[in-house]
């Protein structure tokens, strides 16, 4: 752009980040200490090519690199497309991940997998996507600010955690933040910013600061600069900030914005967002209008309504699901597995399941279930309903998931012919099942003691429908606690067609 005042060149990006995203615009510019592109130019490329084939050659965390941006766009433009992601994560991250043997392998229709088919489509999108923009808005008058949704907060991240935290991680971060202040100014909904987390983590993207691979990449100093007024003055010379005015683009719902433009955000919000807390103050003593306040759905009906749905053999619709850590690891999980399919309805207020009738195979990678104890529990004993001869499933999580007991559901599960290994701690995650056995769940008498969590019992409870043999639970040596939740998985279970009979005041048929 600047060469003897311009010349032509050709773009041959080999990440897919750059495939869709820096390769196309033509923006060109450099970093300053004062911020990201502050000195540059559009010059745009003659042409623009890419090869599938490179990405391959990539390390995986390269790949999650570029999908942030890929979901970004979705998120703006496309909510079918947003759709496919979320749907459709094992499939992408295989075609890239998984390498090929043969390189001209993809190059025609005759060789190309459905995988690989998918990935070409994923990227054509996001490509056309900034293509089409930037044709109309070559420099960022309006509807190409578009683009920079999670970039103002990202941004400002990035230029504090550079280069040990990748672009699209501070990109990721910074669109669930960004998601987050459209739901509090009323025009996004929470299961509009959860189904964007849940994506975003699908594809190995951290979606707070507190994401152990920025935790684990970025230095103590770093991180401490991570601090909400720093964050502010950083913005405060963002290239979409006029003025004093931050600019942020607002989602109205997953493939659609407020505005064809970014919009004027108040640095009150931002700040409130952006913040680990908020100090709650007393009111004073005076007359307080009513107000109505509507709790959050239950996290113990929504992965309950998952499970079973999943399980089950058919299409269920679910409203009102609450979207917590735990359904999240919970919808991922079960997808992993190929248990089920979900789709989203009425703007995403309605999460349609299509169940595989218990038929599961062993997943890709291990699951990685964070601090997510409900999903462990219901997963300690759904992931034996695999049979597939010599494979296995690993169950893990995090630090503090690794320190909570799970032994006596273990022990039960392994008495009644489940093969599980602890791979670290003796009675924590991670756990190893083996499929090899060929018996999946064998069913028959079970025991656990009454003393124990009721989601150990509504975990073989779940699971009982799909054992080989009918499976009779004992709850022994005492009073049973939490009955009432077990009561509802029972009520749960009868809804979908699964008759749970209570022979006595402590055993189950």
Same mark, same amino acid.
């Given at each position: 752009?600047?060469?003897?005042?311009?010349?032509?060149?050709?773009?041959?990006?080999?990440?897919?980040?750059?495939?869709?995203?820096?390769?196309?615009?033509?923006?060109?510019?450099?970093?300053?200490?004062?911020?990201?592109?502050?000195?540059?130019?559009?010059?745009?490329?003659?042409?623009?090519?890419?090869?599938?084939?490179?990405?391959?050659?990539?390390?995986?965390?390269?790949?999650?690199?570029?999908?942030?941006?890929?979901?970004?766009?979705?998120?703006?433009?496309?909510?079918?497309?947003?759709?496919?992601?979320?749907?459709?994560?094992?499939?992408?991250?295989?075609?890239?991940?998984?390498?090929?043997?043969?390189?001209?392998?993809?190059?025609?229709?005759?060789?190309?997998?459905?995988?690989?088919?998918?990935?070409?489509?994923?990227?054509?999108?996001?490509?056309?996507?900034?293509?089409?923009?930037?044709?109309?808005?070559?420099?960022?008058?309006?509807?190409?600010?578009?683009?920079?949704?999670?970039?103002?907060?990202?941004?400002?991240?990035?230029?504090?955690?550079?280069?040990?935290?990748?672009?699209?991680?501070?990109?990721?971060?910074?669109?669930?933040?960004?998601?987050?202040?459209?739901?509090?100014?009323?025009?996004?909904?929470?299961?509009?910013?959860?189904?964007?987390?849940?994506?975003?983590?699908?594809?190995?993207?951290?979606?707070?600061?507190?994401?152990?691979?920025?935790?684990?990449?970025?230095?103590?100093?770093?991180?401490?600069?991570?601090?909400?007024?720093?964050?502010?003055?950083?913005?405060?010379?963002?290239?979409?900030?006029?003025?004093?005015?931050?600019?942020?683009?607002?989602?109205?719902?997953?493939?659609?914005?407020?505005?064809?433009?970014?919009?004027?955000?108040?640095?009150?919000?931002?700040?409130?967002?952006?913040?680990?807390?908020?100090?709650?103050?007393?009111?004073?003593?005076?007359?307080?209008?009513? $107000?109505? #306040? @509507?709790?959050? &759905?239950?996290?113990?009906?929504?992965?309950? !309504?998952?499970? *079973?749905?999943?399980?089950?053999? /058919?299409?269920?619709?679910?409203?009102?699901?609450?979207?917590?850590?735990?359904?999240?690891?919970?919808?991922?999980?079960?997808?992993?597995?190929?248990?089920?399919?979900?789709?989203?309805?009425?703007?995403?207020? $309605?999460? #349609? @399941?299509?169940? &595989?009738?218990?038929?599961?195979?062993?997943? !890709?990678?291990? *699951?990685?279930?964070?601090?997510? /104890?409900?999903?462990?529990?219901?997963?300690?004993?759904?992931?034996?309903?695999?049979?597939?001869?010599?494979?296995?499933?690993?169950?893990?999580?995090?630090?503090?998931?690794?320190?909570?007991?799970?032994?006596?559901?273990?022990?039960?599960?392994?008495?009644?012919?489940?093969?599980?290994?602890?791979?670290?701690?003796?009675?924590?995650?991670?756990?190893?099942?083996?499929?090899?056995?060929?018996?999946?769940?064998?069913?028959?008498?079970?025991?656990?003691?009454?003393?124990?969590?009721?989601?150990?019992?509504?975990?073989?409870?779940?699971?009982?429908?799909?054992?080989?043999?009918?499976?009779?639970?004992?709850?022994?040596?005492?009073?049973?606690?939490?009955?009432?939740?077990?009561?509802?998985?029972?009520?749960?279970?009868?809804?979908?067609?699964?008759?749970?009979?209570?022979?006595?005041?402590?055993?189950?048929?």
């Amino acid at each position: 752009a600047t060469f003897m005042r311009g010349v032509g060149f050709i773009q041959i990006p080999t990440s897919l980040l750059a495939m869709v995203d820096s390769s196309i615009g033509g923006k060109t510019a450099v970093d300053t200490p004062a911020g990201k592109n502050l000195v540059g130019s559009f010059w745009q490329p003659k042409r623009i090519y890419m090869d599938m084939a490179v990405l391959s050659t990539l390390p995986p965390r390269e790949f999650s690199n570029g999908m942030a941006e890929v979901i970004k766009t979705a998120a703006i433009w496309d909510s079918a497309e947003f759709d496919v992601l979320e749907s459709s994560s094992v499939e992408i991250r295989r075609a890239v991940l998984s390498g090929t043997q043969d390189g001209d392998a993809g190059l025609t229709l005759a060789t190309r997998s459905a995988e690989q088919t998918l990935l070409q489509r994923v990227i054509a999108a996001s490509a056309r996507v900034k293509a089409y923009v930037v044709t109309h808005d070559e420099r960022e008058s309006g509807m190409r600010g578009l683009l920079n949704f999670g970039h103002t907060i990202g941004h400002a991240i990035e230029a504090i955690l550079s280069p040990q935290v990748l672009h699209g991680e501070c990109v990721a971060v910074g669109c669930v933040l960004e998601a987050e202040v459209a739901r509090r100014m009323g025009h996004l909904s929470e299961v509009g910013v959860a189904r964007l987390v849940r994506c975003l983590r699908a594809y190995g993207l951290p979606t707070t600061m507190d994401d152990p691979l920025i935790r684990g990449l970025a230095s103590s100093e770093q991180l401490a600069e991570v601090r909400p007024q720093r964050l502010m003055d950083v913005m405060g010379v963002d290239k979409k900030t006029v003025g004093t005015q931050k600019r942020l683009v607002v989602l109205k719902q997953l493939g659609a914005t407020l505005e064809l433009k970014p919009t004027n955000v108040s640095d009150a919000l931002i700040l409130e967002v952006i913040s680990a807390g908020v100090l709650v103050k007393p009111v004073d003593d005076v007359a307080v209008a009513e $107000t109505v #306040v @509507v709790p959050p &759905g239950s996290k113990s009906i929504s992965n309950r !309504a998952l499970q *079973l749905a999943a399980l089950g053999k /058919g299409v269920c619709r679910l409203r009102n699901l609450l979207h917590s850590d735990d359904t999240q690891v919970m919808m991922a999980a079960l997808q992993a597995m190929g248990g089920c399919e979900f789709a989203w309805e009425d703007g995403g207020d $309605t999460l #349609v @399941v299509t169940g &595989g009738g218990g038929a599961l195979h062993a997943p !890709a990678t291990e *699951l990685y279930l964070g601090n997510a /104890g409900t999903a462990a529990r219901f997963l300690t004993t759904t992931v034996n309903l695999i049979n597939s001869g010599g494979e296995s499933t690993v169950l893990t999580g995090n630090a503090r998931m690794k320190l909570r007991p799970c032994a006596p559901l273990v022990d039960a599960l392994r008495a009644n012919g489940c093969t599980i290994d602890y791979c670290e701690k003796q009675g924590s995650l991670p756990l190893r099942v083996s499929h090899s056995g060929g018996r999946g769940f064998p069913g028959g008498r079970i025991q656990l003691a009454a003393s124990v969590s009721s989601q150990y019992v509504s975990s073989i409870l779940l699971c009982a429908p799909y054992a080989q043999e009918p499976v009779r639970l004992e709850l022994v040596g005492g009073k049973v606690i939490s009955q009432p939740y077990i009561d509802m998985t029972l009520a749960m279970m009868a809804q979908f067609g699964c008759h749970v009979q209570r022979i006595s005041e402590t055993e189950y048929l």
